[in-house]
């Protein structure tokens, strides 16, 4: 399957806290994209890195990408109850017009 | 004024059914996509368009058929229906390839 993998699935934190997850993808990659998607919403576009980026930031968002590891990671920083989603990670290839998701991390905030 | 917008939101059906799915983005974008979401969360995607033409097609039934009567609208047509299309479709689109996507609000397709 080329699904991209994100871990962990669900995670469960305190309000204040940071929250990080991960995404692992298959093959080489153009950028690397994150999106948010509320409970019974459409997906909304975070952040995008490109293959020659390490890092990025946006407000409270932090990547980070190691395309030897073929491996990136989101941060979110102070993390609030209205941060409650599902986060996605979708690689690009070469420019091609397809994205592929990954499974997508659960995240809950409490207050 | 929303960016990407679906009709219907609900659709409820029963098997062997046709029905289709309406999408208008008025971004100006010339890339548009349908894409499935399963009730793991999986999001595949399914159909890419540009200029109103299929570049993308992501070995789904022919019984799915896409439309581009221009670069703002992008409409699914679903052909005797299966339990399995029971599913969330999401239309969205972009300014090109490997751009951020706008995502529409989804239609939860239901099949009985």
């Known amino acids: 399957s080329q699904q991209g993998e994100e871990d962990p699935q669900a995670l469960s934190i305190q309000e204040g806290e940071n929250a990080t997850m991960n995404c692992s993808y298959k093959t080489s990659i153009n950028n690397l994209q994150w999106y948010r998607q509320n409970s019974g919403r459409g997906l909304v576009h975070l952040i995008l890195?490109?293959?020659?980026?390490r890092e990025k930031h946006s407000g409270r968002l932090r990547v980070t990408l190691d395309t030897s590891k073929k491996s990136s990671s989101l941060l979110i920083t102070a993390s609030r109850a209205a941060d409650t989603a599902s986060y996605f990670c979708a690689t690009d290839h070469s420019g091609t017009y397809k994205y592929i998701f990954g499974t997508g991390t659960r995240l809950k905030v409490l207050a | 004024d929303t960016a990407v917008s679906q009709t219907p939101k609900y659709l409820v059906t029963q098997m062997g059914n046709d029905k289709s799915i309406k999408c208008e983005q008025n971004?100006?974008?010339?890339?548009m996509y349908w894409y499935k979401q399963d009730s793991k969360k999986f999001l595949k995607i399914m159909f890419s368009y540009n200029n109103k033409e299929l570049i993308i097609n992501e070995t789904v039934p022919n019984r799915f058929s896409p439309k581009s009567p221009d670069k703002a609208h992008l409409n699914l047509h679903i052909n005797s229906l299966e339990l399995g299309d029971s599913a969330v479709y999401f239309c969205?689109?972009?300014?090109?390839?490997?751009?951020?996507?706008?995502f529409g609000p989804g239609t939860r397709l239901t099949v009985t």
């Open positions: 890195i490109r293959s020659n980026e």
């Open positions: 971004l100006g974008h010339d890339t």
């Open positions: 969205a689109s972009s300014q090109g390839p490997g751009l951020e996507q706008y």
